[in-house]
């Protein structure tokens, strides 16, 4: 149970960098960006494919971060230049992406166009490398002695290396993402998603300030699956499908839970809510009735409900409210009338 | 300082809605100018604010400010030179930020965006100085969302936002329209106090037709889409309603349909 959990951990913290990407168009833009289903594989086939070229796996997580940027700023042009409604704008750019994703593997075999998936078996990839030098520093040695002995667990973790380096990547976009919403260019993002008008008659481009936010927001997406592909040693053209729907239960389960009240509390309920997600997913999959594939189905009724919840909560704290008040004021009124049998 | 000449819009062009909105404008301010326009709802007179703007573009004529030609320039080009001050108290600040980010967002107006930290320490002194001016006690609510704000508060803010880079060109249309009496007031003493601290080139719509007659050393009267009379400086001061109301038949011919003008909601 501890071994399985930690698996889902650490990838929740993968995810968490996508679910950064969702907060930053979903929330801070208020645009619902559908890209992130084809950018999310764009940087997982592009990751994948230049690792398995040969290429270094950080040149390779690069090119996949900059061609996530790409298919944002594609999105924002889609609908701030061609004037289409936001959610057409991505559904567009995510159909256009599936096709552009499949030729992307394609350019990793030399006799197809086209390749629905690209395993990474024997390949290098960040996580293999940072292993190497992980495994010289002796911590897994130690933490598993540690595990064993003292805490009694069965099973330890095969090693630590991977959450080590996934939660230090994460938390530093997470610092980056918090310094950049406080830039002057930041917060002009910011004004963009809250009253465009204003921002406006403050002298900020906000066609190009959604270009920029959709830019990087989908360069996080295609981060995180880069990372996802090295992770789970393959990349497939259909890794992505759902993905905005999990990166908004993320965004929703951390909010509900920990709250808005800072810049810096919402990033880091986004992380939260990624990895809490994780865990429930892999929950989930212990049941014995449930199949793999009902997890759609689930990641959807999960978001209903976080979205219903707080309304129905909400609903009944104001009607108990209004019952309170108006029980207050009869027995008020009951007590004058009372007083009016008196006098007369 | 502000200069549109021989500016005309026509709305829904060639359907059976065909408005001609502006019909031939000319106007001139000169630097410190504080013109303040009033006439009749649909006398073109927030459309003429929108043609300096640059929210709207006119169908001919030119717009300069400062010399440049700005006519094509878009609206976010041109909000360097232009502070605005709308009539929806809701419309001019970003609800979900704090005071102090909004007033960084306006601070940057006439600077190029960077990856500068926008509530810097100097910035913040400077904006603790400029809130106070408000005299409503903002400056110790750094951290509120503006949302939180009442609608004179958010006005307030707006007023100050859109004057302390001191814009070439200030326009309010109508700021205070949607406001109760008493905060209309205190906005009414906030707009003279701050264009006459800023010897700002003002440019005020108003229904209020006292307002126009107490603000500003120029008042200009629009009707369907002309300036139709024009009081300079020097008769400016001893204005009063009665004499624009007759003003107003000697021209038109008709009297005056004025309830909301005369009561000035």
């Known amino acids: 149970m501890f071994t399985a959990m930690f698996g889902s951990v650490e990838q929740g913290i993968i995810y968490a960098i996508m679910a950064l990407g969702v907060y930053l168009t979903f929330r801070v833009l208020d645009f619902p960006d559908l890209t992130v289903d084809g950018s999310f594989v764009t940087g997982a086939a592009t990751a994948a494919m230049m690792i398995a070229l040969g290429y270094h796996p950080i040149l390779a997580t690069l090119m996949a971060i900059v061609a996530g940027?790409?298919?944002?700023?594609?999105?924002?042009?889609?609908?701030?230049?061609?004037?289409?409604?936001?959610?057409?704008?991505?559904?567009?750019?995510?159909?256009?992406?599936?096709?552009?994703?499949?030729?992307?593997?394609?350019?990793?075999?030399?006799?197809?166009?086209?390749?629905?998936?690209?395993?990474?078996?024997?390949?290098?990839?960040?996580?293999?490398?940072?292993?190497?030098?992980?495994?010289?520093?002796?911590?897994?040695?130690?933490?598993?002695?540690?595990?064993?002995?003292?805490?009694?667990?069965?099973?330890?973790?095969?090693?630590?290396?991977?959450?080590?380096?996934?939660?230090?990547?994460?938390?530093?976009?997470?610092?980056?993402?918090?310094?950049f919403l406080k830039t002057e260019?930041?917060?002009?993002?910011?004004?963009?998603?809250?009253?465009?008008?204003?921002?406006?008659?403050?002298?900020?481009?906000?066609?190009?300030?959604?270009?920029?936010?959709?830019?990087?927001?989908?360069?996080?997406?295609?981060?995180?699956?880069?990372?996802?592909a090295q992770y789970s040693k393959f990349a497939d053209a259909n890794m992505g499908i759902g993905m905005i729907v999990i990166g908004l239960a993320s965004v929703i389960i951390g909010e509900a839970i920990f709250g808005t009240k800072t810049i810096f509390r919402t990033t880091l309920a986004v992380v939260a809510g990624a990895i809490i997600y994780r865990i429930i997913y892999a929950i989930a999959l212990r049941i014995d009735w449930l199949d793999t594939s009902d997890m759609k189905l689930i990641t959807a009724i999960i978001v209903v409900l976080a979205l219903v919840i707080p309304q129905l909560v909400d609903k009944r704290r104001e009607k108990l409210r209004k019952e309170k008040r108006r029980n207050e004021r009869l027995d008020q009124q009951r007590e004058l009338l009372r007083g009016g049998d008196h006098l007369a | 300082m502000l200069k549109l000449e021989g500016i005309n819009k026509i709305f829904n062009e060639a359907t059976p809605d065909e408005k001609i909105a502006l019909d031939n404008i000319n106007l001139h301010l000169a630097p410190g100018d504080f013109v303040t326009i009033i006439g009749s709802n649909g006398a073109g007179k927030s459309t003429m604010m929108n043609m300096i703007s640059g929210a709207l573009t006119p169908d001919f004529g030119a717009v300069t400010i400062e010399g440049n030609e700005v006519t094509k320039l878009p609206e976010y080009k041109r909000s360097q030179y232009i502070g605005r001050v709308f009539q929806d108290p809701m419309a001019g600040t970003a609800p979900s930020m704090t005071i102090e980010e909004n007033l960084a967002i306006a601070y940057s107006r006439n600077t190029k965006r960077g990856l500068r930290k926008g509530v810097g320490r100097g910035r913040r002194d400077f904006f603790k100085t400029s809130?106070?001016?408000?005299?409503?006690?903002?400056?110790?609510?750094?951290?509120?969302?503006?949302?939180?704000?009442?609608?004179?508060?958010?006005?307030?803010?707006?007023?100050?936002?859109?004057?302390?880079?001191?814009?070439?060109?200030?326009?309010?249309?109508?700021?205070?329209?949607?406001?109760?009496?008493?905060?209309?007031?205190?906005?009414?003493?906030?707009?003279k106090q701050l264009v006459e601290e800023g010897?700002?080139?003002?440019?005020?719509?108003?229904?209020?037709?006292?307002?126009?007659?107490?603000?500003?050393?120029?008042?200009?009267?629009?009707?369907?889409?002309?300036?139709?009379?024009?009081?300079?400086?020097?008769?400016?001061?001893?204005?009063?309603?009665?004499?624009?109301?007759?003003?107003?038949?000697?021209?038109?011919?008709?009297?005056?349909?004025?309830?909301?003008?005369?009561?000035?909601?």
């Open chain 1, 69 to 179: 940027f790409i298919a944002g700023c594609m999105t924002g042009l889609l609908h701030t230049k061609g004037k289409i409604n936001p959610l057409l704008s991505g559904i567009l750019m995510m159909i256009a992406l599936y096709s552009i994703n499949l030729r992307i593997m394609g350019l990793s075999a030399e006799n197809a166009i086209v390749k629905p998936n690209i395993p990474l078996m024997n390949a290098d990839t960040i996580f293999s490398q940072f292993q190497s030098f992980w495994s010289n520093l002796g911590v897994d040695d130690a933490l598993e002695n540690f595990i064993k002995n003292s805490l009694g667990f069965q099973t330890a973790p095969n090693t630590w290396g991977t959450i080590f380096v996934v939660l230090i990547i994460t938390l530093i976009i997470k610092f980056i993402a918090d310094w």
């Open chain 1, 185 to 228: 260019v930041g917060l002009a993002i910011r004004a963009t998603g809250d009253n465009k008008r204003m921002i406006r008659s403050f002298s900020a481009n906000t066609d190009g300030l959604i270009v920029l936010g959709l830019g990087l927001s989908n360069a996080l997406v295609a981060f995180s699956g880069a990372l996802i």
């Open chain 2, 131 to 191: 809130l106070e001016k408000l005299g409503l006690g903002l400056e110790n609510r750094f951290n509120a969302k503006v949302g939180m704000l009442s609608g004179g508060e958010r006005q307030a803010l707006s007023l100050l936002m859109a004057t302390f880079t001191k814009p070439s060109i200030l326009l309010l249309d109508e700021h205070t329209a949607a406001l109760d009496p008493s905060r209309a007031e205190l906005i009414t003493r906030l707009t």
């Open chain 2, 199 to 265: 010897n700002l080139t003002t440019l005020m719509v108003t229904h209020n037709m006292q307002q126009a007659i107490d603000l500003g050393n120029r008042l200009i009267m629009m009707d369907k889409g002309q300036i139709i009379l024009s009081i300079d400086d020097a008769k400016k001061p001893t204005l009063t309603i009665p004499d624009l109301m007759s003003e107003f038949e000697k021209i038109r011919g008709e009297k005056m349909n004025s309830d909301r003008a005369l009561l000035g909601s």
